[in-house]
């Protein structure tokens, strides 16, 4: 179980394997901060939004699109992580990108 754990968390980090779609990846833009893609939870699941970011690689705005979690308060941490990640900046940007993004959160043992 604990095997199992580690690659899930292993697979969870690999580059870009949790930005599921949107311009900013289909752009090449890439994200400044390292984004915590598994994290510990009060149950397992996972929550994806939809974040739009500016010129300056700020996300200005995150939309709930799915999740299997129940917890309000667990997807406002999720929400309120997210807000802090950072991407390139670049005036050749659109004013927007926008990018999905699914965090996995599992329960710690």
């Known amino acids: 179980m604990k095997l199992l754990a580690f690659l899930f968390l292993f697979i969870g980090f690999s580059s870009n394997a949790q930005l599921v779609s949107g311009t900013l990846i289909e752009e090449g833009r890439k994200a400044i901060t ?20 500016d010129r300056e690689g700020n996300v200005t705005g995150l939309t709930l699109v799915e999740s299997t979690i129940k917890s ?21 940007y659109p ?3 926008h990018v999905r993004v699914k965090v996995t959160l599992v329960v710690p043992k």
């Open 95 to 97: 004013q927007f990108h």
């Open 72 to 92: 309000t308060p667990t997807k406002v941490s999720v929400r309120n992580y997210l807000k802090t990640v950072k991407f390139e900046k670049g005036t050749h």
């Open 34 to 53: 390292d984004i915590k893609f598994v994290q510990e939870g009060t149950a397992n699941g996972y929550v994806v939004y939809e974040l739009a970011v």
